[in-house]
């Protein structure tokens, strides 16, 4: 992301931060998916370095911790809020744009939930994590594919995120440097009883930061008159999720 927009989005998860967590439950289901999936794909219990980005709330970081010990433990947001996370499970924070930030060197987990499509380039985040780590270290990640909100994008909306991408499209990235253990997408839809609710659930989850243009009474009006012609039925309205993930290992040095 240019700077400007950098700029906006951290400001809108800085605002969701004390709303997210709750609000969030989609992102939840997503970070417990991704944890299990780590355990369940043969990772060790034990890991000597590990990174998250976009940590937020701790969705994921509380996962990890619960299945997982950490000699070192450092996760990372573009929020500074979120060092209230670190605080509270140990770890060393990290403020700042996943691109540009300096990595800790030599991680043996790099692990991100519901963040890389925030990156305009996911594939170039995804190929630089699968240099850093340590030979036979561990990578999880998971995004976001190109259904996500595709209600909002039908009705005009601005607030698309730059890098959403599906699951081949993250294993195309690493499939030369890594071994890839397991990668998915899934699509689930959310009801609301009308489009004023997607609004302010989108508001509490920090997502609007791309939104261009400032609501009025009008456009306020139209957007609820459209999102209500187009995705609405007689138990309210849709919003669509549609999470992509990855997990991989980086083969052991010869």
């Given at each position: 992301m240019n700077v400007q927009m950098t700029d906006r989005v951290q400001r809108s998860f800085s605002r969701s931060f004390r709303t997210?967590?709750?609000?969030?439950?989609?992102?939840?289901?997503?970070?417990?998916?991704?944890a299990q999936d780590l355990h369940k794909s043969g990772a060790p219990r034990q890991f000597v370095s590990g990174l998250?980005?976009?940590?937020?709330?701790?969705?994921?970081?509380?996962?990890?911790?619960?299945?997982?010990?950490?000699?070192?433990?450092?996760?990372?947001?573009?929020s500074p809020e979120a060092q209230e996370t670190a605080y509270d499970f140990g770890a060393?924070?990290?403020?700042?744009?996943?691109?540009?930030?300096?990595?800790?060197?030599r991680p043996d987990l790099i692990v991100s939930a519901s963040m890389i499509q925030w990156l305009p380039d996911p594939a170039a985040f995804l190929r630089r994590a699968a240099t850093a780590l340590?030979?036979?270290?561990?990578?999880?990640?998971?995004?976001?594919?190109?259904?996500?909100?595709r209600e909002l994008m039908h009705v005009?909306?601005?607030?698309?995120?730059?890098?959403?991408c599906r699951a081949e499209e993250m294993v195309a990235a690493v499939i030369d440097l890594l071994?890839?253990?397991s990668f998915g997408e899934d699509e689930r839809?959310?009801?609301?009883?009308?489009?004023?609710?997607?609004?302010?659930?989108?508001?509490?989850?920090?997502?609007?930061?791309?939104?261009?243009?400032?609501?009025?009474?009008?456009?306020?009006?139209?957007?609820?008159?459209?999102?209500s012609q187009r995705f609405g039925d007689a138990h309210g309205v849709s919003l669509t999720y549609h999470p992509t993930w990855l997990i991989a290992r980086k083969p052991d040095a010869v």
């Open positions: 997210y967590h709750d609000a969030a439950c989609q992102q939840a289901r997503i970070a417990e998916r991704l998250e980005f976009g940590c937020g709330t701790g969705l994921l970081t509380q996962r990890l911790c619960a299945q997982f010990a950490f000699d070192q433990l450092t996760i990372n947001d573009l060393d924070f990290l403020c700042g744009d996943a691109e540009t930030i300096a990595w800790p060197a340590v030979p036979g270290g561990w990578l999880a990640v998971s995004g976001f594919g190109p259904g996500q909100y005009g909306s601005a607030a698309k995120a730059p890098g959403l071994d890839v253990v839809q959310m009801r609301f009883s009308t489009p004023r609710k997607v609004l302010d659930h989108l508001r509490k989850t920090g997502v609007n930061g791309r939104a261009q243009k400032p609501w009025t009474k009008s456009n306020l009006l139209a957007f609820s008159k459209d999102y």
